[in-house]
Structures are given as structure tokens and as C-alpha cells.
């Protein structure tokens, strides 16, 4: 865990009341992290930039501070779907939230008005492009503001990896608000963007907390493209049967296709992307927050729309376009502290299509320049031999050992020096061209390659150039996996206007001349794949080293952390549940977490002041299902 800025001896004056808060309101025993030192920060007036991984507790940092000033905290936020959800969540606490934004009526939108100006209000949820309209700036100064929190704030900037033009706007808080104290929160941001944060809104004095990027509960599996759609099914159907879970695709028909194919073999899967009508979208959402099992294959346009806690697996059929996105993306898995999986697959097509988007992007030069740099470092993450967790933390600036949870640690990768087969590929490209007056694309150039004698191959004489059958002692997934780092790297270059045909770049010379040389991954084949999946099952023991034995279904190691007698009242708890959040249209989770379930499972609680004693477990939801609970518990 690090920190920009050196924490100043101050803000103990709020650490009884801030926990009592913590405790009463929220059912928590004691801050995590830096959690208690960002509290202090905002509470006593100071201007906070955060950035804590998705799940760490972000809310907090800025919930707590708002019911200890006088006023009411308004967020700020992008997540119009998801501030019902957030709002009903604080209700059930006891905290009077509420949210402004384009789903309420005119009627509605006056009553919450109203309350703001009357001081009615803990905290108010704002869409950005709500807060900076003439009227909602000057219902604010007709109020009482105890802070602003800006989530999500890595929206504010051209660089990072979900730009919002409206966020650029927010400068004007400090410009008319400067008494009030600001908190401008992200999972995600490197130090370019964090540089960009400060300076777009205005932060130059807040103090920057950056807590550890590390979600030990997720473990991370990256494989190449054989069959995309069959290697997720087994996916799913091995180790996450039953269970929520999201799949990330490229393109909306993409989307639609891999929902229905998943429905058809038996997964409950329900589709989101922007193409879809509004109710469509909403209804979809609405069934996955609020059932269990169902798992929803979407754009990235679901990216930061969710927070649901028991996702417990996030699957990418196409490779982001940044290391950001990525970490964005996965990070809507195990939100609960419990063991959950990302699970990528990618292949040669997916860089050579973020290739040909960044080259016919509308940026200019210097965003291109961002923008590749972003891809390779995805492209490094994909490739790489060495612990998923090390490389990943270390594009934020976090350094840290192996882990011993990922699939490098536990199938560890062969190490392949590839000089010569790319070599070998390179010449066949050039003989190719050079024979023919114009190039081909991959598929052409491997044939040729392997020594494949089909009647293209045959129609363009290429079986008598002297690259024919020279890489025939490799088979085509490798010979896939080299093309793939030469295009990564700049050597081999695509010509998207001409049929994706490939051309050497200037840069290949030096490869081509024995003045460098190509280290990479050994491919997996299916059978070594296969192989890898059985073993799988003996090598979970790094597991329970980063997730303190805490698991479910879904748990990495299969591991449930409960012994059968826990585990058959934790479903019983969880039917209590449901039942009693489908009666008040709510999502489970908004009554109690599954790792709250699974603690008082464990503990079996006896009695009110027992069930008190379990985190999660505040005053308001005890007064409200104390009792409920423990009858579940005796008739169990």
C-alpha cells in the first residue's frame, strides 16, 4: 500500500464518532486501509483525490464524512442505471438518500428538490450532466452542501479508458462551491490520468491517496483462441455452474449471438449493449441485479454499471483495449471479498482489429501514440510468463511478489526463444510479396509456411518459393502465437483497405539480420490446454494464501470455506433472502451480502446481540430482520 503525500497528524478529533457512525450505521468494526485516514481528510474540510480497487470500500470514504458534516453530500456520478439500486441500499440503513437525474418525473424530481433546500437529506446521487445545468447550480446554493464526491473520476480524462465530455465540466465546483470540500474517487488510473484528474478539476491541493491495486480474491486466466465460445462454456460449466457471472464482447451482434448460444446450451444468459431499447436494457439489468445465477453478455457499455457483489467470474471474448479497461472490467467480480475468476480469451484477430482501430481513429497523432502504448501494455499482460498479478500491478506502479492464484503461477508457461521462427515467417512474407507483386493475408502466408499444397498455394506457384515446408515442424496455433508478437511488437505491419494482407515494417530488419531476438510463450496446444484444466484441481493450494480460506461455489481453490451443516443453512439463509427481496422489489444483496450470510451461517448466532456482532450486521438492518433471522436459525 502506498501514498503521493505523507499523512498530516490530523483528523483524530473525528475517529469515535466516524466509527461509531461505521459501526451503528453500517455494521463494520474498524476502517480498512486507508479508508480512516480518508475520512478524517474530508470530514475536516480537506479535498481528497482516492484511488482504491472496486470493492475496497470507496463509498465509505465519502458516506461516512457525509453524515458527519452538517449538510448533504452530493455524488456525482455517471451510473444513472445503478443509483435506484444505491439509494435503496442507504434507505434500508437508515440514511435519507436520495438521486436526481432523467428517469424521475417532473413531480418527483420537485420533491426531492425540495428536500435538498429543506435539509431533508443525507446524500444526493447527480448525474454529471444534471449537476452542471443553471438550475441544479443554483438549487445548491440555496443549500447546505457538506461535500461533493465525484465518483468515478478517471472520466474526466481524454487519456483514460471511458472518457465522459461532461465531466470536463466539473471544474465549476470549485470554482463557485470553494468552501466545500471535494473527494474525486477511481478504481482506475494510472499516473497519466491521475495528473489529468488534479488539474481538470481543480485539485491541486487535495491530498492523493492511493491504495493497493490488488484484488486477492481474483484469480486471473488469460487463454488463446481455439474455439472461443467452447473454451467459455467449459469455463463456465466447470467451475462456475449456477453462478452470476458477466461476458465482455467486442461488438453488439457478438453480443446477441453469444447470449442466445449460451441459452441454448443450457446457461441462463441475457444480453446488454447500447443497440438495445432503453426498457430492454433496464429490464435485463433489473433481472440480473436482483437473481441469482444469471449471467449477462455485454459491451463495455456495462463497464461500470453494475455492483453487484456475488459476480463471481468475468469473462472477455475479445482482448481490451487497455490495461485500465481490463481492470475495470474484472473488477466487477467478487466485490464481496470472496474468491472469484477473470477469464480472458484472445487470439491473432483481436490485435490485429485494435490495430486497425487505433490507425483509423479520429485522434490525432499523439492520442495514436497513447492509445498503442495502452494496447501493448494489454498485449504484454496477455503474453507475459511471469505472475498476471505482478505484471498488472505493476502497470499502476505496485510492486509485489507472485501469487500464486494465477494460471501462470499454477501452470507455469514454457518459455520459448522464437528468434528463429519468426525469422522463418518474416522471410516467407517478404518471398511471398516479392514473388507475387502483392501480399497475403495469415492464413495464405501459414499454409505456406507449414508446406500446405492446396490449390491456392498451388494457383500462385508460392510451392516452389524456398520458404515452402519450412516451418512444417510447427503446427498453426504457433505459428499464429508468432504472428501475433511480430504484429504486436511493429514488425509485421496489416493493410486493412487490402483484405488484412501482411507487409513487413522497416523495424523487421533487425530480427531479419540476427541483430535481435524474439522470446515469447510456448502456445498451448488443446491437448496441453486440456491437460493443464485437469491439473487445475491439485494446484489450487496458492488460493488460500490471498483469500484467507473464504470461498463458495465459485471459490478458486472449490474450497467453500463452511462444512456441510453451515453450507445447508447458508441456502436457507439465502432463500430467506430472496424471498424477502423479491417482496420489497429489491436485490438480495441490498439486505444482507453472501459473506454476511455465510459469517452468521458459520457462527449460527443465538441471539440479537450475537447476530450484532457480525459484520455487515448495523443497527437498522438488526431492528429490521434481527428477529427473522434467528428463527431461520432455530428452525434450521
Same mark, same amino acid.
Given at each position: 500500500?502506498?501514498?503521493?503525500?505523507?499523512?498530516?497528524?490530523?483528523?483524530?478529533?473525528?475517529?469515535?464518532?466516524?466509527? @461509531?457512525?461505521?459501526?451503528?450505521?453500517?455494521?463494520?468494526?474498524?476502517?480498512?486501509?486507508?479508508?480512516?485516514?480518508?475520512?478524517?481528510?474530508?470530514?475536516?474540510?480537506?479535498?481528497?483525490?482516492?484511488?482504491?480497487?472496486?470493492?475496497?470500500?470507496?463509498?465509505?470514504?465519502?458516506?461516512?464524512?457525509?453524515?458527519?458534516?452538517?449538510?448533504?453530500?452530493? $455524488?456525482?456520478?455517471?451510473?444513472?442505471?445503478?443509483?435506484?439500486?444505491?439509494?435503496?441500499?442507504?434507505?434500508?440503513?437508515?440514511?435519507?438518500?436520495?438521486?436526481?437525474?432523467?428517469?424521475?418525473?417532473?413531480?418527483?424530481?420537485?420533491?426531492?428538490?425540495?428536500?435538498?433546500?429543506?435539509?431533508?437529506?443525507? *446524500?444526493?446521487?447527480?448525474?454529471?450532466?444534471? *449537476?452542471?445545468?443553471?438550475?441544479?447550480?443554483?438549487?445548491?446554493?440555496?443549500?447546505?452542501?457538506?461535500?461533493?464526491?465525484?465518483?468515478?473520476?478517471?472520466?474526466?480524462?481524454?487519456?483514460?479508458?471511458?472518457?465522459?465530455?461532461?465531466?470536463?465540466?466539473?471544474?465549476?465546483?470549485?470554482?463557485?462551491?470553494?468552501?466545500?470540500?471535494?473527494?474525486?474517487?477511481?478504481?482506475?488510473?494510472?499516473?497519466?490520468?491521475?495528473?489529468?484528474?488534479?488539474?481538470? *478539476?481543480?485539485?491541486?491541493?487535495?491530498?492523493?491517496?492511493?491504495?493497493?491495486?490488488?484484488?486477492?480474491?481474483?484469480?486471473?486466466?488469460?487463454?488463446?483462441?481455439?474455439?472461443?465460445?467452447?473454451?467459455?462454456?467449459?469455463?463456465?460449466?466447470?467451475?462456475?455452474?449456477?453462478?452470476?457471472?458477466?461476458?465482455?464482447?467486442?461488438?453488439?451482434?457478438?453480443?446477441?449471438?453469444?447470449?442466445?448460444?449460451?441459452?441454448?446450451?443450457?446457461?441462463?444468459?441475457?444480453?446488454?449493449?447500447?443497440?438495445?431499447?432503453?426498457?430492454?436494457?433496464?429490464?435485463?439489468?433489473?433481472?440480473?441485479?436482483?437473481?441469482?445465477?444469471?449471467?449477462?453478455?455485454?459491451?463495455?457499455?456495462?463497464?461500470?454499471?453494475?455492483?453487484?457483489?456475488?459476480?463471481?467470474?468475468?469473462?472477455?471474448?475479445?482482448?481490451?483495449?487497455?490495461?485500465?479497461?481490463?481492470?475495470?472490467?474484472?473488477?466487477?467480480?467478487?466485490?464481496?471479498?470472496?474468491?472469484?475468476?477473470?477469464?480472458?480469451?484472445?487470439?491473432?484477430?483481436?490485435?490485429?482489429?485494435?490495430?486497425?482501430?487505433?490507425?483509423?481513429?479520429?485522434?490525432?497523432?499523439?492520442?495514436?501514440? $497513447?492509445?498503442?502504448?495502452?494496447?501493448?501494455?494489454?498485449?504484454?499482460?496477455?503474453?507475459?510468463?511471469?505472475?498476471?498479478?505482478?505484471?498488472?500491478?505493476?502497470?499502476?506502479?505496485?510492486?509485489?511478489?507472485?501469487?500464486?492464484?494465477?494460471?501462470?503461477?499454477?501452470?507455469?508457461?514454457?518459455?520459448?526463444?522464437?528468434?528463429?521462427?519468426?525469422?522463418?515467417?518474416?522471410?516467407?512474407?517478404?518471398?511471398?510479396?516479392?514473388?507475387?507483386?502483392?501480399?497475403?493475408?495469415?492464413?495464405?502466408?501459414?499454409?505456406?509456411?507449414?508446406?500446405?499444397?492446396?490449390?491456392?498455394?498451388?494457383?500462385?506457384?508460392?510451392?516452389?518459393?524456398?520458404?515452402?515446408?519450412?516451418?512444417?515442424?510447427?503446427?498453426?496455433? @504457433?505459428?499464429?502465437?508468432?504472428?501475433?508478437?511480430?504484429?504486436?511488437?511493429?514488425?509485421? $505491419? $496489416?493493410?486493412? @483497405?487490402?483484405?488484412?494482407?501482411?507487409?513487413?515494417?522497416?523495424?523487421?530488419?533487425?530480427?531479419?539480420?540476427?541483430?535481435?531476438?524474439?522470446?515469447?510463450?510456448?502456445?498451448?496446444?488443446?491437448?496441453?490446454?486440456?491437460?493443464?484444466?485437469?491439473?487445475?484441481?491439485?494446484?489450487?493450494?496458492?488460493?488460500?494464501?490471498?483469500?484467507?480460506?473464504?470461498?463458495?461455489?465459485?471459490?478458486?481453490?472449490?474450497?467453500?470455506?463452511?462444512?456441510?451443516?453451515? @453450507?445447508?443453512?447458508?441456502?436457507?439463509?439465502?432463500?430467506?433472502?430472496?424471498?424477502?427481496?423479491?417482496?420489497?422489489?429489491?436485490?438480495?444483496?441490498?439486505?444482507?451480502?453472501?459473506?454476511?450470510?455465510?459469517?452468521?451461517?458459520?457462527?449460527?448466532?443465538?441471539?440479537?446481540?450475537?447476530?450484532?456482532?457480525?459484520?455487515?450486521?448495523?443497527?437498522?438492518?438488526?431492528?429490521?430482520?434481527?428477529?427473522?433471522?434467528?428463527?431461520?436459525?432455530?428452525?434450521?
Amino acid at each position: 500500500m502506498t501514498r503521493e503525500q505523507p499523512a498530516p497528524g490530523r483528523g483524530h478529533a473525528i475517529a469515535d464518532p466516524a466509527r @461509531e457512525i461505521l459501526q451503528r450505521v453500517f455494521g463494520y468494526d474498524d476502517f480498512r486501509g486507508l479508508q480512516a485516514e480518508i475520512v478524517a481528510q474530508v470530514a475536516n474540510g480537506g479535498d481528497a483525490l482516492v484511488l482504491m480497487p472496486t470493492g475496497a470500500g470507496k463509498s465509505l470514504c465519502y458516506q461516512v464524512p457525509s453524515l458527519l458534516r452538517e449538510g448533504t453530500g452530493v $455524488v456525482v456520478s455517471p451510473l444513472i442505471a445503478l443509483m435506484q439500486d444505491q439509494v435503496d441500499a442507504l434507505r434500508e440503513l437508515g440514511v435519507r438518500a436520495a438521486f436526481l437525474n432523467s428517469t424521475l418525473g417532473a413531480r418527483e424530481a420537485r420533491e426531492v428538490e425540495r428536500q435538498l433546500v429543506a435539509g431533508e437529506l443525507d *446524500l444526493l446521487y447527480v448525474a454529471p450532466e444534471r *449537476l452542471v445545468t443553471d438550475r441544479c447550480l443554483d438549487l445548491l446554493d440555496r443549500s447546505r452542501i457538506a461535500l461533493f464526491a465525484i465518483d468515478e473520476a478517471h472520466c474526466v480524462s481524454q487519456w483514460g479508458h471511458d472518457f465522459r465530455p461532461e465531466y470536463l465540466q466539473l471544474a465549476v465546483l470549485h470554482e463557485r462551491f470553494a468552501h466545500v470540500p471535494r473527494i474525486a474517487l477511481t478504481a482506475t488510473a494510472d499516473a497519466m490520468t491521475r495528473d489529468e484528474i488534479v488539474e481538470r *478539476l481543480s485539485l491541486h491541493d487535495a491530498r492523493r491517496f492511493v491504495s493497493s491495486f490488488d484484488r486477492p480474491n481474483i484469480r486471473y486466466r488469460i487463454v488463446e483462441k481455439t474455439e472461443p465460445r467452447r473454451q467459455l462454456l467449459e469455463f463456465i460449466e466447470g467451475a462456475h455452474a449456477g453462478e452470476a457471472g458477466i461476458v465482455y464482447c467486442a461488438s453488439r451482434a457478438k453480443v446477441e449471438e453469444t447470449a442466445e448460444w449460451l441459452a441454448a446450451h443450457g446457461v441462463p444468459a441475457l444480453a446488454y449493449h447500447a443497440g438495445m431499447d432503453a426498457a430492454s436494457r433496464a429490464a435485463h439489468q433489473a433481472r440480473f441485479l436482483r437473481e441469482d445465477g444469471l449471467v449477462m453478455v455485454a459491451t463495455i457499455a456495462f463497464g461500470m454499471g453494475i455492483d453487484k457483489p456475488d459476480v463471481r467470474f468475468v469473462a472477455h471474448l475479445d482482448m481490451p483495449r487497455s490495461v485500465e479497461g481490463y481492470y475495470q472490467e474484472t473488477g466487477r467480480a467478487g466485490r464481496d471479498g470472496l474468491p472469484a475468476e477473470a477469464w480472458m480469451a484472445y487470439g491473432l484477430a483481436d490485435v490485429v482489429q485494435q490495430r486497425r482501430f487505433i490507425e483509423q481513429s479520429e485522434g490525432g497523432e499523439a492520442h495514436k501514440r $497513447v492509445s498503442s502504448g495502452k494496447l501493448d501494455a494489454m498485449l504484454g499482460l496477455a503474453e507475459t510468463i511471469e505472475c498476471r498479478r505482478v505484471r498488472l500491478l505493476a502497470y499502476f506502479g505496485e510492486a509485489s511478489s507472485p501469487c500464486g492464484n494465477c494460471d501462470n503461477c499454477l501452470e507455469p508457461p514454457e518459455p520459448w526463444d522464437a528468434t528463429e521462427p519468426a525469422r522463418k515467417l518474416l522471410s516467407c512474407i517478404w518471398r511471398i510479396r516479392e514473388a507475387s507483386g502483392f501480399g497475403f493475408g495469415s492464413q495464405h502466408v501459414i499454409a505456406v509456411l507449414r508446406g500446405q499444397d492446396n490449390p491456392k498455394v498451388q494457383q500462385f506457384g508460392h510451392d516452389r518459393l524456398s520458404t515452402f515446408g519450412i516451418g512444417a515442424d510447427l503446427g498453426e496455433q @504457433e505459428w499464429r502465437a508468432v504472428l501475433r508478437q511480430l504484429i504486436a511488437q511493429g514488425l509485421v $505491419v $496489416v493493410d486493412h @483497405e487490402r483484405h488484412q494482407v501482411l507487409a513487413l515494417a522497416p523495424e523487421s530488419r533487425a530480427l531479419l539480420r540476427g541483430e535481435r531476438s524474439l522470446q515469447m510463450r510456448r502456445p498451448r496446444t488443446p491437448a496441453r490446454a486440456r491437460a493443464g484444466k485437469r491439473a487445475r484441481g491439485s494446484a489450487g493450494s496458492g488460493a488460500g494464501a490471498r483469500v484467507s480460506g473464504r470461498g463458495g461455489p465459485g471459490a478458486a481453490d472449490g474450497e467453500s470455506g463452511l462444512d456441510a451443516a453451515a @453450507e445447508a443453512l447458508f441456502e436457507r439463509l439465502r432463500e430467506w433472502r430472496r424471498a424477502v427481496a423479491s417482496e420489497r422489489q429489491l436485490p438480495p444483496y441490498v439486505i444482507f451480502h453472501d459473506a454476511t450470510l455465510r459469517e452468521i451461517a458459520q457462527q449460527r448466532p443465538g441471539s440479537l446481540d450475537a447476530l450484532a456482532g457480525v459484520s455487515g450486521v448495523g443497527q437498522r438492518k438488526l431492528e429490521a430482520w434481527g428477529d427473522a433471522f434467528l428463527e431461520v436459525i432455530r428452525q434450521y
